[in-house]
Every structure is written in C-alpha cells, then in structure tokens.
C-alpha cells in the first residue's frame, strides 16, 4: 500500500479556518496561518471522523453540515476547520518478552508511520514494558524518532495502563502550553495483557475522557483472534472489553490484527484518517459543574454518513467572580 502524508494535496500556506460567530462572551482570536486560537472562554475541541457505509472517509463537508448535542442539546459551533491541522502522534509500544519475536514488524512498521508526518507535524514514542516512560518526548525531528524506535529492546512484563496514563498526561501539559489548534492523537500496540501496572482501567478512563486525545489500539493477538470468542479466557475477553472502550470512549479506532504483517497496512489507515478529519469546537451553554457530560455528533441524513468523536467531557467548574 502506497505512503500517505498526513499534507496529502496541499501545503501550509492554504491553511484556512472557518469561524463562525461566537456567542457569550466574544471572539477567538484565530490565525489562520498557523492555526492559533487564543480566547478567554473554555471551548469544547472535537475531532470528528466522518465515513461512510462502507469505512471511506467523507470530506468536503462544511460547518453546517454539523450539528453538535451536549446532554441532547444542540449546541452552536463556535470554531470550525475542514483542512489539515498539525498533528502530534504518540507511539505507545509493548516492548514486553512476548513481543520479542515481532520487535522487528513493528520497528518497521512505526517508522513507516512517522515518516507519513510533515514539518508542522511531531511524534512521540512511549515503551511499555516492566515500567513506561516517554524515551522520546515530541519531536518535529524524524530522525530521533526513527533512533528512538530502532532502540526498542524487549523483556519482562507489560504495564499498558500505565502507558497510555503518563502519555495522556503529556498530551495534557502540551494542550496548556500550547495555543496552537493540534490534532492529538495516541496510538496504542500490544499482544498481551495488562500485567504490571500500578494504575487501573479506571484511572486511564478518567484522563481518557478529560485529555480529549483520540487512542488508537492495535491489540496483536495471534492465534488468540483466530480462536472463537467463546472459547476465550475470561482475562482475553475483558482485555479486548477495557481497550476497545477507551478506544471508543476517545474518538478513535480499534484493530486486531492476526499477525504482525498486518501492521504496516493500520499505521496507514490511522495515517489516512489523521489526514481526512475535522476540528470542531463549541462553546457549552452551561456553565461548568464539574460533571461529566456527553457530546454527540450528527451529519446529515442525505450524506449516508456517521460521525465520531469523544464520547464527552468533564466540565470544568466555573470560576465564582466576587
């Protein structure tokens, strides 16, 4: 299968965003150049995936070719944008013993995916093993990336939970510093359980659902996804159950793969829809209380298509003037 470039068609300088009136209390400031937002109201972000029938991606659609619930409420956009936006992309890999023997694929395969990021674009790599730590922080350079991923070693057991925890918490850090508009986007390999972490699937649902990052996992099962679902251990099951959620709960995408030939044709769909998505962004009517509130996406019904995006979001308290 062909490369594809997160840029696919177009360069920087074409870079536009469509902003609509924003109610409240004013503005944003956008610059549509380098995509900064700036605005002393708390804006919902989304990144919506919008395909067909049979998984195309659907492009070409307009801001008001949306309509944004919250809690069932239709909310007005106040921030759209139907063209690349810079991606940052986190590598998390299972780099336990039981991957010893695919270590080669997946090098191979997570350096294809990094050389698919423009100049705008950055990467990160997280290894998963007894403990997890970010052995390479983002990055526009490529080639530390690539260094990173080539000095990927295998052993011990298998700490996911913790993995995606300490990368979403980056994600997080990044998101406050940063007043750029970028798409956030983790992508999960493993072939086996949860085994070593200190942290639960609780804890890793509750920043998924506040870091606003959409999680790709690609579960490496072997001969286990051959075998019918029936026959499965009760831990396979409930591994397959905690993945799939925070990848649903977040926006993005799950993937089984039967073998590790498989991975090179993912990393390029996940890099095919990185490119084809949309930023939506709307300002909540409410004011915030804390609680965690759902958010649904439509299109319209003539366009035969779904959108997807976080399931929701924890409203952040509002501030009391005195």
């Known amino acids: 299968m062909a490369d594809v470039n997160f840029f696919t068609g177009r360069t920087a300088s074409v870079l536009a965003v469509t902003l609509t009136a924003l109610a409240l209390r004013?503005?944003?400031?956008?610059?549509?150049?380098?995509?900064?937002?700036?605005?002393?109201?708390?804006?919902?972000?989304?990144?919506?995936?919008?395909?067909d029938p049979s998984g195309r991606h659907v492009t070409g659609l307009t801001g008001n070719d949306f309509t944004v619930l919250e809690d069932g409420v239709e909310q007005p956009l106040s921030f759209f944008a139907s063209v690349e936006i810079p991606v940052d992309v986190a590598l998390v890999l299972d780099t336990s013993g039981s991957m010893t023997a695919d270590l080669p694929a997946v090098r191979s395969a997570a350096t294809g995916l990094v050389r698919t990021l423009?100049?705008?674009?950055?990467?990160?790599?997280?290894?998963?093993?007894?403990?997890?730590?970010?052995s390479q922080p983002f990055t526009s350079d490529v080639s530390r990336i690539e260094q990173a991923i080539r000095g990927l070693s295998t052993s011990g057991n298998s700490a996911i939970y913790d993995g995606i925890y300490v990368m979403l918490r980056e994600f997080e850090r990044e998101r406050r510093t940063n007043v750029q508009v970028r798409r956030q986007a983790l992508v999960l390999l493993s072939d086996g359980l949860d085994n070593r972490s200190r942290l639960s699937f609780e804890d890793v649902m509750d920043v998924a659902r506040r870091a606003g990052v959409n999680i790709y996992v690609i579960a490496l099962r072997g001969?286990?996804?051959?075998?019918p679902r029936a026959s499965r251990d009760g831990s396979t099951l409930q591994a397959e159950y905690t993945m799939g959620t925070v990848a649903r709960e977040s926006g993005g995408r799950t993937f089984f793969p039967k073998s590790a030939r498989e991975l090179p044709e993912i990393y390029t769909a996940i890099a095919h829809e990185l490119a084809n998505q949309y930023e939506l962004g709307y300002t909540p009517a409410r004011p915030g209380d804390g609680a965690f509130r759902r958010v649904m996406v439509r299109v319209p019904p003539q366009t035969n298509a779904c959108a997807r995006t976080r399931s929701g979001y924890y409203a952040p308290r509002a501030s009391l003037n005195h």
């Open 26 to 51: 004013g503005p944003a400031r956008v610059d549509a150049q380098s995509a900064t937002i700036r605005s002393g109201i708390d804006m919902v972000p989304l990144t919506v995936t919008v395909t």
């Open 118 to 134: 423009r100049a705008v674009d950055r990467g990160a790599v997280v290894e998963v093993k007894q403990s997890a730590g970010i």
């Open 223 to 227: 001969d286990v996804a051959l075998k």
